[in-house]
């Protein structure tokens, strides 16, 4: 099925472990996005790559590094999790920033940092 | 600076009444606007989106939206609900170079 694909769906660290959330995306999209989703605040941009090969911060980057790997994927490293960043974490996909046909999200990524 | 509010953070709604979802947007040029619904355990699905034009929009599932300048809102509405409109409903700005900002939620919550 055509669509954001993101591994893995849960997932359970400890304090100061690292891990990598990919996202994959098979629209041709040009631009890919990277949100957090706590309870009260909505969606938050962690970073986002415009195009392969550029990355840019988001309102929230602290603690987070993003590789855009080629045009499908796009991935977001935690280097050092730490408690605050328990938070479902989703990817989404657009053929353009502005995002004029919507953007399309992965199904998230359950993060529990203990 | 570009923002989102949606006033209400929780509904309840019986099956088959209408409903009504409140957006209100700040944007400093013409706003691209969007509802996204999130079932439970899920991504975030577009229900409709705004760019230009007829200002009364068209979605899937049978919600539509209207687009008022004059009063910066974007409210989403249903003639009547049903049990699977059960969700969370997400308003969203943005401009032809802008990424998009999201207000924070509205849970929609059914009774039969």
């Known amino acids: 099925n055509a669509g954001v694909t993101q591994t893995p769906k849960f997932q359970v660290l400890k304090t100061g472990q690292s891990m990598t959330l990919q996202c994959a995306q098979d629209?041709?999209?040009?631009?890919m996005y990277w949100y957090r989703q706590d309870p009260g605040m909505g969606l938050r941009l962690i970073y986002y790559s415009a195009s392969e090969g550029t990355t840019d911060k988001g309102e929230v980057p602290n603690g987070y590094n993003v590789s855009r790997l080629n045009k499908r994927e796009f991935s977001l490293r935690l280097e050092s999790a730490a408690p605050s960043q328990t938070s479902v974490y989703f990817c989404?996909?657009?053929?353009?920033?502005?995002?004029?046909?919507?953007?399309?999200f992965g199904s998230g990524t359950r993060l529990t940092v203990v | 600076a570009q923002s989102v509010t949606q006033p209400d953070i929780h509904i309840t709604v019986s099956e088959g009444a209408s409903l009504e979802l409140r957006c209100n947007y700040s944007?400093?040029?013409?706003?691209?606007l969007f509802w996204y619904v999130q079932s439970p355990g899920q991504g975030l699905q577009l229900l409709l989106k705004?760019?230009?034009?007829?200002?009364l929009v068209q979605g899937i599932k049978g919600f539509e939206a209207e687009f008022k300048r004059s009063q910066s809102s974007f409210n989403l509405r249903k003639p009547s609900v049903h049990w699977s409109d059960a969700a969370e409903y997400f308003c969203a700005v943005g401009g032809q170079t802008d990424k998009l900002i999201f207000g924070t939620g509205t849970r929609l919550q059914v009774f039969p």
């Open positions: 629209m041709n999209h040009n631009s």
């Open positions: 705004y760019f230009s034009g007829d200002t």
């Open positions: 989404a996909s657009s053929e353009d920033v502005g995002g004029l046909g919507g953007y399309t």
């Open positions: 944007y400093g040029a013409t706003p691209y």
